[in-house]
T-cell receptor
Framework: SQQGEEDPQALSIQEGENATMNCSYKTSINNLQWYRQNSGRGLVHLILIRSNEREKHSGRLRVTLDTSKKSSSLLITASRAADTASYFCATGHGGSNYKLTFGKGTLLTVNP | NAGVTQTPKFQVLKTGQSMTLQCAQDMNHNSMYWYRQDPGMGLRLIYY???????DKGEVPNGYNVSRLNKREFSLRLESAAPSQTSVYFC?????????????FGPGTRLLVL
C-alpha cells in the first residue's frame, strides 16, 4: 500500500509563481525523497531529506520535513514552463530490508 | 554512461502470451527494482534484488517472475499475460549505500495486453 500521499493531485500556475506540493505519510521513515517525472519518461531524483533534518535547499527547490506531523512539502520557486511534470514523494524505511515507497504524485502545470 | 536501459520501449501482447522485459545498468549498483505505474496508482514495486543472486517480492508480484542474471541485468517475465498487466513498467537501480538510497530509473516499457 502507498506510504506517501501527495496533495494536491494537480496544480496549475503561471510562470514565475511559486509551487508548493505536500506529502503525508503514515509510518516512521529513514528519509524522504522527491522525484520528478516528465511526461513519457522515467523518474528523476530531485532531493533527499533525512529524518533528523527539517529543511533542505537545492537551487530553486526547498523541502521541509515535519516528522511529528508525518508530512513534507516541496516548494519550487520562480517556476518555469520546463518545471511542468509530475512530482512524487518517496519514503525510505526499513533497515536491512530498506525500500522506497512512492506516493501517487502531483501533476504540476506551469503556464507560460 | 547510459545509466539504466530498458528494452523494449513498447510491446503489444495478446492474452496468454509470454514476454521478458530486459533491464541493464552500467553504474555498478548492487540493487535493482521493477515497478509498474498505472494511472492514479503511482509506482508499485513488483520485485527487487538487493544484491546479485537475491530476489524478493514487492507489493504486487503475482503474475510475474524475475531473474538477476548478473550485477548489471535484471529481467522481468510475464509467463501468461493478462489485460490487468497493461501498464508502464520501470526498472530502477541504486547503490544501496546504507539508509540513504536514491534510485535511478530507466525510460520505461509501455505494455498493452489485448
Amino acid at each position: 500500500s502507498q506510504q506517501g500521499e501527495e496533495d494536491p493531485q494537480a496544480l496549475s500556475i503561471q510562470e514565475g509563481e511559486n509551487a508548493t506540493m505536500n506529502c503525508s505519510y503514515k509510518t516512521s521513515i529513514n528519509n524522504l525523497q522527491w522525484y520528478r517525472q516528465n511526461s513519457g519518461r522515467g523518474l528523476v531524483h530531485l532531493i533527499l531529506i533525512r529524518s533528523n533534518e527539517r529543511e533542505k535547499h537545492s537551487g530553486r527547490l526547498r523541502v521541509t520535513l515535519d516528522t511529528s506531523k508525518k508530512s513534507s512539502s516541496l516548494l519550487i520557486t520562480a517556476s518555469r514552463a520546463a518545471d511542468t511534470a509530475s512530482y512524487f514523494c518517496a519514503t525510505g524505511h526499513g533497515g536491512s530490508n530498506y525500500k522506497l515507497t512512492f506516493g501517487k504524485g502531483t501533476l504540476l502545470t506551469v503556464n507560460p | 554512461n547510459a545509466g539504466v536501459t530498458q528494452t523494449p520501449k513498447f510491446q503489444v501482447l495478446k492474452t496468454g502470451q509470454s514476454m521478458t522485459l530486459q533491464c541493464a545498468q552500467d553504474m555498478n549498483h548492487n540493487s535493482m527494482y521493477w515497478y509498474r505505474q498505472d494511472p492514479g496508482m503511482g509506482l508499485r514495486l513488483i520485485y527487487y534484488s538487493a544484491s546479485e543472486g537475491t530476489t524478493d517480492k514487492g507489493e504486487v508480484p503475482n503474475g510475474y517472475n524475475v531473474s538477476r542474471l548478473n550485477k548489471r541485468e535484471f529481467s522481468l517475465r510475464l509467463e501468461s499475460a493478462a489485460p490487468s498487466q497493461t501498464s508502464v513498467y520501470f526498472c530502477a537501480s541504486s547503490a544501496r549505500t546504507g539508509a540513504e538510497e536514491t534510485q535511478y530509473f530507466g525510460p520505461g516499457t509501455r505494455l498493452l495486453v489485448l
